[in-house]
């Protein structure tokens, strides 16, 4: 049948490594001849900077093991964006010309929205010039803002490392007797769903956070002060939980933009955290901090979720799966068929329905004062965060597999 070639995009997950050993452990069982893994995303393929996988993974048994535990990118990543497909740009030419020479029958792009917006251009110059390779997208980002799918790989493990973060922070916090209020900002510019993972913190033995802020519903610094000010008279420290992407009703961010963008046009911002930080010194006049989490919570595998985990291995082995069948264009998605017990259906959407586009937290599951979220979010959040991988350790330390 040929050849197949994965690569990774995007940012670091927990996760992706389970989905590249997934992909992996699919072409190996399959009726493909190799499997090739190209550095540094779609530039590998571009260079020519590919490594055989097929050799690694026979010639090393626990590779693969290693490889579903390991966090980051063992390809490697890239921010490049394709020209659109019917530009005439050489990219294309070059690409295609790669693709020939390995005798690659099918394209696995491990990421997010961009990297979907990848293989929707890759399949729909491969349709333009009646290309017989598959691509397939498989998902991955922590902020849970691809569509159709349930949830990502990648945010089950960051939800639970933001959520354990947020309950040692609340310890650390209630610790002295004196009027206090803690601002942890959360990664998530345009959609919420990382930052209302700090809601899994409530239980028991745990107070807090007590508030939380989306990006999904208009910031009002006045209301932001009066929540603060009637919970300072209730109880001595508080712990707020904001994503990074908070914007006023105007839609500006509540964080300066340094005025850049990066390779896709997304704005680059400067610190939600720090600037309600100075908003409540200055209006409160208690002691307070900002804790920005930033890229600590893309790749914390020492806690991680084995839900997460497993699903992002067999995300990764039903792509090749559906390759095979001859599925193209299109990228691995999760249908949620129960909360209780919880369990998911394996399939895939068309890629063009997906890329570009962005899964926000649904409105009723944001309260009315907009500062904390409902039991539908909890019950969705719950189940994504259970179990914990078994790692293997060394000198006190996890063992990951070397780049």
């Not at 590249?20 to 571009?46: C, F, P, Q, T």
């Not at 251009?121 to 997208?137: E, M, N």
């Not at 569509?147 to 960051?158: K, L, Q, R, V």
């Not at 989490?293 to 497993?310: F, K, M, W, Y």
């Amino acid at each position: 049948m040929g050849n197949v070639i994965v690569a990774q995009s995007g940012g670091p997950t927990v996760a992706i490594n389970a989905s590249l050993a997934g992909v992996i452990e699919g072409a190996l069982r399959s009726n493909y001849d190799k499997i090739y893994g190209s550095i540094n995303g779609i530039l590998g393929i571009k260079d020519d900077n590919i490594i055989d996988l097929s050799e690694i993974a026979n010639s090393d048994s626990t590779f693969l093991q290693k490889l579903k535990t390991t966090p980051a990118m063992y390809l490697g990543s890239c921010r490049f964006k394709l020209p659109s497909a019917d530009s005439g740009d050489p990219v294309y030419n070059t690409l295609f010309q790669q693709f020939s020479k390995y005798n690659i029958d099918a394209f696995f792009y491990i990421g997010g929205n961009d990297s979907m917006d990848t293989v929707d251009k890759l399949s729909a110059y491969a349709k333009s010039i009646d290309s017989h390779i598959r691509f397939i997208g498989i998902p991955k980002t922590i902020d849970n803002d691809l569509c159709i799918t349930d949830h990502t790989p990648g945010f089950g493990s960051a939800a639970k490392y933001i959520a354990t973060t947020t309950m040692e922070v609340i310890y650390d916090a209630l610790i002295y007797n004196s009027p206090s209020v803690t601002i942890i900002e959360v990664m998530g510019r345009d959609a919420g769903w990382l930052t209302a993972a700090t809601s899994l913190a409530r239980n028991e033995y745990c107070c807090g956070p007590d508030l939380i802020y989306l990006p999904e519903t208009p910031f009002n610094t006045e209301l932001f002060i009066a929540d603060l000010s009637r919970l300072l008279k209730e109880k001595t420290n508080i712990v707020v939980a904001v994503s990074e992407g908070i914007r006023d009703a105007a839609g500006k961010y509540i964080s300066a933009s340094t005025g850049t963008l990066d390779n896709f046009g997304h704005a680059q911002l400067s610190g939600a955290g720090k600037t309600l930080e100075y908003l409540v010194k200055d209006r409160l006049g208690v002691k307070v901090r900002s804790i920005e989490v930033n890229v600590l919570q893309r790749a914390a595998a020492h806690c991680a979720s084995l839900t997460d985990q497993n699903e992002s291995v067999e995300q990764g082995r039903h792509g090749v799966a559906f390759a095979e069948q001859g599925v193209t264009g299109a990228m691995v998605i999760l249908k949620r068929t129960s909360n209780a017990p919880y369990t998911v259906e394996y399939s895939y959407a068309h890629i063009h329905d997906i890329a570009n586009e962005a899964k926000e937290v649904p409105q009723n599951w944001i309260n009315e004062s907009h500062n904390w979220i409902t039991q539908e979010m909890l019950d969705y959040l719950q189940p994504l965060v259970l179990g914990e991988p078994d790692l293997t350790y060394k000198n006190g330390l996890p063992v990951y597999v070397r780049r």
